[in-house]
């Protein structure tokens, strides 16, 4: 079965600033997808960034990154710049075929001022 | 585009009623998943429904079914419900097939009394 972890409960970061967000998962597929979702306190499910595990570029959306390294099985989350509106859960989730996502616990990111 | 909507928002329950969730899934999607997301924990997977059959289901036990209906639309139904069932319940909607994003609703926040 494949599972994620993130070991990573709490975390904070001053404005402007890079932080970097942990998470391992375990499974024996070749090939699947990795997400980053945020929840902020609205409660709706955000993607932030995905990747194709054959795919080696690491993926980037604005200020997000990730650095997926496939053979330790870790895809850790980059924020740079990071701003007051990123306070939010951070998920990481692995899919399963189709379209099921095994998350990890999540991180709770906040940004201060 | 009103993106994924569920229904009711918020509810409380007795100990052994029964519950009925709601969520219409984004324009153009046709399959809905359902997750189960207790307080400080990561969602976990209930079941799936596509072409109006559940095609996967998470480790719930069989108090916990469902529906889509020809519009795609779905419920979630809870039987005998116990203090253990309080979380917030997430509907995904997705189109069917390997690695599409799946786009969450706001979730209904569920509390058994």
């Known amino acids: 079965a494949q599972t994620v972890t993130q070991s990573q409960p709490e975390m904070s970061v001053q404005e402007a600033e890079t932080v970097t967000l942990s998470c391992t998962y375990d499974t024996s597929e070749n090939n699947y997808y990795l997400f980053w979702y945020k929840q902020p306190p609205s409660r709706q499910m955000i993607l932030v960034i995905r990747q194709e595990a054959y795919k080696q570029q690491n993926a980037t959306e604005n200020r997000f990154s990730v650095n997926f390294q496939k053979a330790a099985k870790s895809f850790s989350l980059k924020i740079s710049d990071s701003q007051l509106g990123d306070t939010a859960m951070y998920f990481c989730a692995f899919m399963k075929p189709p379209v099921t996502l095994v998350f990890g616990k999540g991180t709770r990111l906040s940004v201060i001022a | 585009d009103a993106g994924v909507t569920q229904s009711p928002t918020h509810l409380i329950k007795t100990r052994g009623q029964q519950v009925t969730l709601r969520c219409s899934p984004k324009?153009?999607?046709?399959?809905v998943s359902w997750y189960q997301q207790a307080l400080g924990q990561g969602p976990q997977f209930i079941f799936q429904?596509?072409?109006?059959?559940e095609r996967q289901r998470g480790n719930f036990p069989d108090r916990f079914s469902g529906h889509q209906f020809p519009n795609y639309s779905s419920e979630l139904n809870v039987n005998a419900l116990l203090l253990g069932d309080s979380a917030l319940y997430l509907c995904?909607?997705?189109?069917w097939g390997w690695g599409t994003e799946a786009f969450f609703g706001q979730g209904t926040r569920l509390t058994v009394v």
């Open positions: 429904y596509y072409e109006e059959e």
């Open positions: 995904a909607s997705s189109l």
């Open positions: 324009s153009g999607h046709d399959t």
